[in-house]
């Protein structure tokens, strides 16, 4: 059952109207939402041919440009109010009306997330629970830090409310057939392209199917644990891609980056070869680069599989089997019993890439994303890939110092995502200005 279906005639049913008739007792944010428009429309501009163009004009096109990713006729009422602010040197406001413009959670936001969710790291991801809730975070970044993408246990949803009130088109939510064992909700948002900014709610505790029955996930990290991120990495495998990849998006780090065989290696697992086609030294120069650091986090995610090609399930006293697969390759390799791990990536470069801040070890995947979450190399990454968005270039090895500077300012702003794009935009490095 879900509370927005309508009927063949495309009347509200019953629970629908209940709906509308609760838009009145709203959050005050969630009001605020009814005002944003629920579909993303063409702007509608009167071109003013012989109008001029002024500098300021010209400067707020491709500022909003930067920002959502969508080029506005020039003569749109939007880049006119950016125009009086730069002229008034309140370029930080400018920005804003490009932060808060819903083509910027629609296109940029939604292209950031989608790259860092599935494994070919494409922006033509479908919207799935991952996407839409790194989408929500930054929409609602005044109360929700960016830590909260690796440490939260919820995800965004179309809000009933928000849908019921529009009078068209319902989106499919049935808890079992909908959200958790298959991405219907989502495909539903885009299929009907609803405005993410308008129609996201934060819907709390992550549900899973916990050993046979679904049950809020006991042990939630944010993006990590969502059905997006795991349908991409703990399908099939030994679970290590799970790590690979929370490094790879959310640290910014390719496993070939941080791979240091210098650290023991007591926790690799039985199935990897010491002696690939007889050569000891080959697992000595090349296996246990990797494998050191990447098999003493996978205890994190021992209890954690996807199943029937279509659902995670967390099994509280059980370690899933394929931790422990194809144990005859080494057996006096690392047996793995329960969800502990060893952060062993806190050496040389790697000590100075990561900047860890906590426990390096710990247990389940909630304390795994907390120490991402902690780390200098997270506020980093955030920063890198919101400048590569916004500013179309990696950072040079060059602006390195400026990386780390602006890091330290987003994580003194409460690690504020939003506040974080206007900055970067703003930044001489972009080369916006
Ligand atoms: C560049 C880093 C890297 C190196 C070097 C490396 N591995 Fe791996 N290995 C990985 C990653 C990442 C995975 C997980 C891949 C996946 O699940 O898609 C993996 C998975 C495995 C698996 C599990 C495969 C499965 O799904 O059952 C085995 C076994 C393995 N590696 C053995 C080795 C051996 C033996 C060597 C040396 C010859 C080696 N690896 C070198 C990164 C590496």
Redesign the pocket.
């Known amino acids: 059952m879900t509370t927005s279906r309508f009927d063949m005639k495309g009347i509200a049913t019953r629970s629908a109207l209940f709906a509308v008739a609760t838009v009145g007792l709203l959050t005050p944010q969630m009001t605020m939402a009814q005002a944003e428009p629920l579909f993303i429309v063409a702007p509608t501009v009167k071109p003013e041919p012989n109008a001029p163009i002024s500098a300021q004009r010209t400067q707020a096109h491709k500022l909003f440009r930067a920002i959502t990713g969508v080029s506005l006729p020039i003569d749109d009422s939007r880049l006119k109010s950016m125009e009086a602010l730069i002229a008034q040197n309140k370029s930080r406001d400018a920005a804003k009306i490009a932060t808060n413009d819903a083509l910027f959670y629609q296109n940029k936001v939604r292209d950031m997330a989608a790259r860092m969710a599935n494994r070919d790291e494409s922006y033509r991801t479908p919207l799935n629970d991952f996407i839409a809730t790194f989408v929500g975070v930054v929409r609602d970044s005044d109360t929700t830090s960016a830590k909260e993408l690796l440490t939260g246990n919820f995800t965004y949803q179309a809000d009933p409310a928000v849908i019921a009130a529009a009078g068209r088109p319902a989106i499919r939510m049935d808890e079992t057939d909908d959200l958790v064992q298959s991405n219907n909700h989502y495909d539903d948002i885009r299929s009907n392209n609803y405005a993410l900014k308008a129609v996201l709610k934060r819907v709390n505790g992550q549900r899973v199917l916990v050993d046979n029955a679904i049950a809020n996930m006991p042990d939630p990290a944010g993006l990590i644990t969502t059905r997006g991120f795991m349908q991409a990495h703990a399908d099939a495998?030994?679970n290590?891609?799970l790590v690979?990849y929370s490094f790879r998006q959310f640290m910014c780090a390719p496993?070939?980056d941080w791979?240091d065989g210098t650290m023991p290696d007591d926790r690799v697992g039985r199935?990897?070869?010491r002696a690939?086609g007889g050569s000891a030294n080959?697992?000595l120069t090349?296996?246990k680069?990797?494998?050191t650091g990447?098999d003493a986090l996978r205890g994190a995610f021992a209890r954690v599989d996807w199943i029937n090609n279509n659902r995670i399930r967390y099994t509280p006293n059980q370690v899933s089997g394929k931790l422990n697969?194809?144990a005859d390759q080494y057996p006096a390799g690392f047996a793995t019993a329960n969800d502990s791990f060893v952060n062993y990536s806190n050496s040389g470069r790697n000590k100075d890439a990561f900047g860890w801040r906590n426990n390096l070890s710990g247990t389940g995947m909630a304390a795994f994303g907390r120490m991402l979450a902690d780390s200098q190399g997270f506020s980093r990454c955030m920063v890198k890939r919101v400048f590569e968005s916004v500013c179309k270039r990696a950072p040079a090895e060059a602006e390195t110092a400026a990386v780390r500077a602006m890091a330290d300012d987003f994580e003194r702003d409460n690690y504020h995502m939003r506040d974080l794009f206007e900055v970067v935009a703003l930044r001489p490095e972009c080369g916006l200005n």
Request: glycine share 4%; aromatic share 4%; with cysteine.
């Open positions: 495998g030994t290590r891609r690979e496993i070939t791979a199935d990897v070869d690939p080959k697992y090349s296996c680069n990797c494998h990447m697969r194809n």
